[in-house]
């Protein structure tokens, strides 16, 4: 395996302190397993903010980790050991591996060989490229400063990585302003590819390009591919692009990834209800019957929800997702002061208290039957009201009893790993 990346988190320090004087921490990759063979085309697809591109740069050890690692070009058999070492909690076994194969336990010489062996094509190939240098020191700046080739040596597979990329040879004397955006880009690929990396991370190679120009690029990678057998992870918010270049495909939401598995099985059968409403968004053949539109906006990730960090926007989340009593207080209020107001006491106030207690006040006789009716028939529409298990009266006040919730692991199914309670069952774990 050219990359195996095991429970990956990357957390960022935020400057802004929190009431109790602590330094709050964005979670940016939240325990991502992730791997790539030789010659395999990995993507990573998800919105804005999902984490995509700090995941790269995490691969690459551009970024240190703050928990998990990465291992670079490792037998599969020993990944296999790695992989029963930690089930088994093996935690020296697991260290040996480590040693060996995380790129960041490398230094000097050994990090230096490693670095030669990864490399990253950037989002903006127009900020990306030193207006400042020409594009023969662009692409032989890597090869010098990992002392892979010598000046003379440098300058012809410059020339040869020119051609490769479709370029004519006096390109190599042009600065980045003379050139293209698609020119620019293939310019940004030979710098790459320079060392013949064994491992590839593109992330977004074809957003800042118009579509004809795409497909050159597009398929100028799949020609890389094949020729140098180069293992790459493509980032992109563009499902034609993850279903034209990728063999596998990770699905990532909040910083995790939510699903996992074969191109045609994440792109024509998706399953879990983040990757339906993305695929669904998609025009053409792959589009399912009637698009979902998700409310709502994504998590905030210094405090993102409990158990599924999805449920607050899930369409079918159910009882065990995570609803807090804030979010279901939210959704009463709407029912018992506003939609049904006539079939409560007008003074009846819903609110949240310590240990996350949720409680109707001074309601009425009658009211809990109302409410247990109202709760009934509206689950559907508001899932939320899912979590609510049972009412006690006390007095003049409804105290809503919620269900506990428990956060999803990546569970087998369908030849695919998904995050997703739906899918939870006990002999279906992974």
Same mark, same amino acid.
């Given at each position: 395996?050219?990359?195996?990346?095991? %429970?990956?988190?990357?957390?960022?320090?935020?400057?802004?302190?929190? *009431?109790?004087?602590?330094?709050? %921490?964005?979670?940016?990759?939240?325990?991502?397993?992730?791997?790539?063979?030789?010659?395999? @085309?990995?993507?990573?697809?998800?919105?804005?903010?999902?984490?995509?591109?700090?995941?790269?740069?995490?691969?690459?050890?551009?970024?240190?980790?703050?928990?998990? !690692?990465?291992?670079?070009?490792?037998?599969?058999?020993?990944?296999?050991?790695?992989?029963?070492?930690?089930?088994?909690?093996?935690?020296?076994?697991?260290?040996?591996?480590? /040693?060996?194969?995380?790129?960041?336990?490398?230094?000097?010489?050994?990090?230096?060989?490693?670095?030669?062996?990864?490399?990253?094509?950037?989002?903006?190939?127009?900020?990306?490229?030193?207006?400042? /240098?020409?594009?023969?020191?662009?692409?032989?700046?890597?090869?010098?400063?990992?002392?892979?080739?010598?000046?003379?040596?440098?300058?012809?597979?410059?020339?040869?990585?020119?051609?490769?990329?479709?370029?004519?040879?006096?390109?190599?004397?042009?600065?980045?302003?003379?050139?293209?955006?698609?020119?620019?880009?293939?310019?940004?690929?030979?710098?790459? /590819?320079?060392?013949?990396?064994?491992?590839?991370?593109?992330?977004?190679?074809?957003? *800042?390009?118009?579509?004809?120009?795409?497909?050159?690029?597009?398929?100028?990678?799949?020609?890389?591919?094949?020729?140098?057998?180069?293992? /790459?992870?493509?980032?992109?918010?563009? @499902?034609?692009?993850?279903?034209?270049? &990728?063999?596998?495909?990770?699905?990532?939401? &909040?910083?995790?990834?939510?699903?996992?598995?074969?191109?045609?099985?994440?792109?024509?059968?998706?399953?879990?209800?983040?990757?339906?409403?993305?695929?669904?968004?998609?025009?053409?053949?792959?589009?399912?019957?009637? %698009?979902?539109?998700?409310?709502?906006? !994504?998590?905030?990730?210094?405090?993102?929800?409990?158990?599924?960090?999805?449920?607050?926007?899930?369409?079918?989340?159910?009882?065990?997702?995570?609803?807090?009593?804030?979010? @279901? &207080?939210?959704?009463?209020?709407?029912?018992?002061?506003?939609?049904?107001?006539?079939?409560?006491?007008?003074?009846?106030?819903?609110?949240?208290?310590?240990?996350?207690?949720?409680?109707?006040?001074? &309601?009425?006789?009658?009211?809990?039957?109302?409410?247990?009716?109202?709760?009934?028939?509206?689950?559907?529409?508001?899932?939320?009201?899912?979590?609510?298990?049972?009412?006690?009266?006390?007095?003049?006040?409804?105290?809503?009893?919620?269900?506990?919730?428990?956060?999803?692991?990546?569970?087998?199914?369908?030849?695919?790993?998904?995050?997703?309670?739906?899918?939870?069952?006990?002999?279906?774990?992974?």
């Amino acid at each position: 395996m050219i990359i195996a990346a095991r %429970r990956l988190t990357k957390e960022f320090e935020i400057k802004a302190n929190s *009431a109790f004087g602590k330094p709050l %921490r964005l979670r940016a990759v939240d325990s991502v397993d992730i791997q790539v063979g030789e010659g395999q @085309i990995v993507g990573v697809v998800g919105e804005s903010g999902s984490g995509k591109s700090t995941l790269g740069r995490t691969l690459l050890g551009l970024l240190s980790p703050s928990a998990g !690692t990465v291992l670079f070009d490792i037998p599969d058999d020993v990944l296999r050991e790695y992989d029963g070492f930690r089930r088994d909690g093996d935690a020296k076994g697991a260290a040996s591996i480590e /040693m060996e194969y995380s790129i960041f336990k490398k230094k000097g010489e050994k990090l230096k060989k490693i670095r030669s062996g990864m490399n990253m094509v950037f989002q903006d190939p127009y900020s990306s490229l030193d207006p400042r /240098m020409n594009v023969m020191s662009i692409i032989t700046e890597p090869l010098l400063a990992m002392n892979y080739m010598k000046p003379d040596k440098a300058v012809d597979r410059c020339m040869e990585l020119l051609e490769e990329v479709g370029l004519p040879r006096d390109f190599a004397y042009r600065y980045p302003h003379e050139l293209s955006g698609g020119q620019k880009q293939r310019v940004a690929l030979a710098r790459g /590819m320079a060392t013949l990396p064994k491992f590839l991370v593109l992330d977004e190679p074809t957003s *800042a390009l118009d579509v004809s120009v795409q497909a050159q690029i597009l398929s100028l990678l799949r020609k890389i591919r094949e020729k140098y057998h180069i293992g /790459m992870v493509i980032i992109t918010h563009n @499902i034609a692009v993850i279903s034209y270049m &990728a063999d596998q495909v990770n699905v990532m939401y &909040a910083g995790k990834i939510v699903e996992s598995g074969p191109k045609e099985d994440v792109i024509l059968n998706p399953v879990h209800p983040y990757t339906i409403a993305l695929i669904s968004a998609v025009p053409g053949k792959m589009v399912k019957p009637n %698009r979902i539109i998700l409310k709502g906006d !994504t998590p905030n990730l210094i405090n993102p929800p409990q158990g599924c960090v999805f449920h607050p926007r899930c369409p079918m989340a159910f009882g065990i997702c995570g609803w807090t009593a804030d979010e @279901i &207080a939210t959704d009463l209020k709407y029912l018992v002061n506003d939609k049904f107001a006539g079939s409560f006491n007008d003074k009846a106030v819903v609110s949240t208290g310590a240990g996350g207690s949720l409680v109707i006040n001074n &309601a009425s006789a009658g009211d809990e039957g109302v409410l247990e009716r109202i709760i009934n028939e509206e689950k559907g529409n508001m899932k939320s009201l899912t979590a609510i298990e049972g009412l006690e009266r006390h007095g003049t006040n409804i105290e809503l009893k919620i269900k506990g919730y428990r956060v999803p692991k990546m569970y087998n199914h369908d030849g695919r790993k998904v995050s997703c309670l739906l899918y939870a069952g006990d002999d279906n774990k992974a």
